[in-house]
């Protein structure tokens, strides 16, 4: 097999052949065969691309990929003296529009991790904002080299929780005057997901929930998408948290704007998210809130034609706004609800298709006209299709008893008890 660089166009090409150039072979990596840009050994004797050979073992494997060796152990070496030959290599042939490979940075170790989380817990404790900013942009330039020191970070595990009281414990302060130092730790714990227990509650704070609050109203899209990210990760982590989270002011018609004016998918989802967490509460106020901001008309809209996880979770909402007389009202006044409902069954994800068929099963119970109009959009059907191809237990007995409901509007068919499943086409 021969690895070729082929040269690049000059800017005077005369139309002659395009030369190539043979890449030495001890330049490549054995496993992607491609040029390395940072060659290490292992102790097998062979030399990888860093990267790749990552990659190999974080997939669970313990050999050598060429020898097939079992490895002693999985220190990489860098190979300063075949790095340096690439080098050399790359700018003998610049002409033919091969690049110098940098200089690979040295991979940052545990042991430096742990020395800067202890010293961000070291500033914390004196809230020294600028000793804690320090070091918070250390651990964050480290983070952004490379995935490999990204995994250190969080593997490390006193890290979330460090951070996490880092936040507290500013936010607590003042929020104006430690609002750099808050903003770079907002960044780096969305590193650290799922979060600790022990994250969870310096996170789920009085302090920290009104900070982050403040934060979703910020004109930085970057902070908004880092805050709105944390507050979806810990309502799904405990969903306790969401009670906390209602009694903040403003932060209802906050959410409800990201979803009415979107922004991007990155604030929407997460968006969604927090509303699920909040209504399914027993709090009565918060789900009225939401209901009479016109909530579940603009979810039917967004649905209409929306990606897989919005849709999930908008079927989610309406499905909990549901269980309410005042969401089963709003959404029998809305024309979009029944036939929106229906063509989602089968048509997104066994997900969604739970979420729209509990939805249904809500409004129709006792509903002669919620009834009449499912069956107008092919309810029956899909639900008949819907138990001869399989679903969760919990689905399949409210589409069987929303058949039953429906089938007497059916003149002419036999019993639903005794139709046959298996004979059923889809005709729809």
């Known amino acids: 097999m021969v690895f070729t660089w082929r040269k690049k166009k000059p800017r005077s090409f005369n139309g002659d052949k395009k030369k190539e150039l043979e890449i030495p072979r001890h330049f490549l990596c054995p496993i992607t065969l491609d040029l390395m840009k940072d060659p290490v050994t292992l102790s097998s004797g062979i030399t990888y691309d860093r990267e790749s050979i990552e990659k190999w073992l974080d997939d669970g494997n313990f050999t050598c990929p060429v020898s097939n060796q079992v490895l002693r152990s999985f220190d990489q070496i860098p190979n300063h003296s075949l790095r340096k030959m ?75 929780g460090a951070i996490a009281a880092a936040f507290d414990a ?25 979060l600790t227990e022990q994250a969870q509650r310096y996170i789920g704070s009085q302090a920290s929930l009104h900070c982050i609050a403040l934060f ?7 902070l908004k998408q880092n805050a ?14 969401a009670q906390e989270l209602t009694t903040i002011d403003g932060i209802n018609k906050t959410l409800f704007h990201f979803i009415n004016n979107p922004i991007c998918p990155s604030i929407t989802k ?3 998210t927090l509303i699920y967490h909040m209504v399914s509460l027993s709090n009565e106020n918060t789900t009225t809130e939401f209901i009479n901001m016109g909530l579940i008309p603009l979810l ?5 034609d929306s990606q897989k996880a919005i849709c999930e979770k908008a079927l989610a909402i309406i499905d909990q706004l549901c269980e309410t007389e005042e969401g089963r009202g709003f959404a029998y006044d809305d024309a979009l609800a029944m036939p929106v409902l229906v063509k989602k069954i089968l048509r ?14 809500k409004l129709s119970k006792g509903d002669e006209k919620a009834l009449m109009e499912a069956l107008q959009f092919g309810a029956f059907q899909k639900l008949l299709l819907l138990i001869q191809v399989g679903c969760n237990d919990k689905t399949k007995e409210k589409a069987t008893e929303l058949l039953k409901l429906l089938n007497p509007y059916r003149p002419g068919l036999e019993c639903i008890d005794s139709l046959d499943f298996k004979n059923i086409k889809r005709s729809f």
């Open 86 to 160: 690439i080098q050399d290599w790359c700018v003998e042939n610049r002409s033919y529009g091969v690049e110098r490979i940098p200089t690979p940075r040295i991979p940052v170790s545990s042991a430096e991790v742990s020395e800067v989380l202890f010293s961000i817990m070291d500033s914390t404790r004196q809230l020294d904002r600028c000793a804690c900013l320090d070091s918070l942009h250390k651990l964050k330039k480290w983070g952004l080299e490379s995935e490999r020191n990204n995994r250190c970070i969080v593997a490390n595990a006193a890290a979330a």
């Open 170 to 194: 500013f936010a607590g302060e003042s929020v104006d005057k430690n609002i750099n130092v808050l903003e770079e730790i907002l960044f780096v714990i969305n590193w650290m997901f799922p």
């Open 216 to 222: 979703l109203k910020s004109k930085d899209l970057s």
């Open 228 to 241: 709105i990210t944390v507050l979806a990760e810990l309502l799904s982590c405990n969903q306790k948290y």
């Open 270 to 272: 997460p968006s969604l």
């Open 300 to 304: 039917l809209e967004i649905m209409i």
């Open 348 to 361: 997104v994800s066994e997900l969604a298709t739970e979420y729209s068929v509990s939805a249904i099963w």
